[in-house]
């Protein structure tokens, strides 16, 4: 350790010169800083301003476009659906079943009566038995609308409500149904609601229930004219529709895309099909249709 008060007094000198030093770098440091921190600044709200401008122009850009893919889309989608129409019509129309307007029934089960509605029991065993339940079809009470496309038949019958107990329901039956209960191309009213069971009829409508079968009839004469008035309305439309199509399908391009459609059904939805005997059909027609051999 040294002892000259002349060395500790230029330490201390040293001391003073390093840290008014050190403060003026500090300061230097701390302006330099400053200024490259408006600088840039400046730049980055520029770039900010000109990103954020370029982002609303693609963002608006990108509105317009799929705007319009949208409404492209739109038209296409219209356009297939129109073609499954116009494909649901002619499964109608290859289906060549006749529409006959008397197979449309309703019945229940019930026990054979006599004329006083009394159960006629069988002698057997030495005693007289119950026979056997069978269909019991019921007459409609009206008509409520027929043409050669469309019967509408209205019914009275029981149900299982224990104060209304009486049902007025109307069972029908169309030429535009796709299967034994439903139509691909028109919606068919269907409620589960009637305790009466039917037979080839697809439109089921439950009308009204009352005490008796006096309210009931009563009740459809004063309100015959407003039941299912637009469903006929609707019915009457599509039939309309329907004898369009058949004029305008009756083209060798037509049937080839239809045999084409159901080709195709064939090949997404059954296993095996090369060995459907429709299928083979399908192919064979398609093949003669465009001159393949």
Known sequence: MEYSTQKYKEAKQTQKKIYDLQQTENKRYSDKKDKIYFKYSKIERELNQKKYTEEREAEAEHEINAKHLIQQRAEADNKNQEFKRIISFMDILKSNEEFNKDKCKAYIYDY????????????????????????????????????????????????????????????????????????????????????????????????????????LQKYYIKNKNKILKNFIQEHKKAVAEFEELQKNTNTKDWKILYLEEQKNKFERNHSGYEEDKEYIKIVAELKTLKGVY
């Open 112 to 215: 054979p009566r006599n004329e006083k509605g009394e159960v006629k029991k069988i002698f057997k065993n030495d005693c007289y038995q119950y026979p056997q339940k069978e269909k019991i079809y019921l007459n409609p009470i009206d008509i409520l609308y027929e043409d050669e496309n469309l019967i509408l038949k209205v019914f009275i019958g029981d149900n299982r409500k224990p104060k209304n107990k009486k049902s007025l329901f109307v069972f029908g039956d169309s030429s535009l149904k796709s299967n034994h209960y439903e139509s691909k191309v028109l919606n068919f009213p269907h409620e589960y609601g009637i305790d009466i069971h039917e037979e080839n009829a697809p439109i089921r409508k439950l009308i009204k229930d009352l005490p008796t079968e006096k309210q």
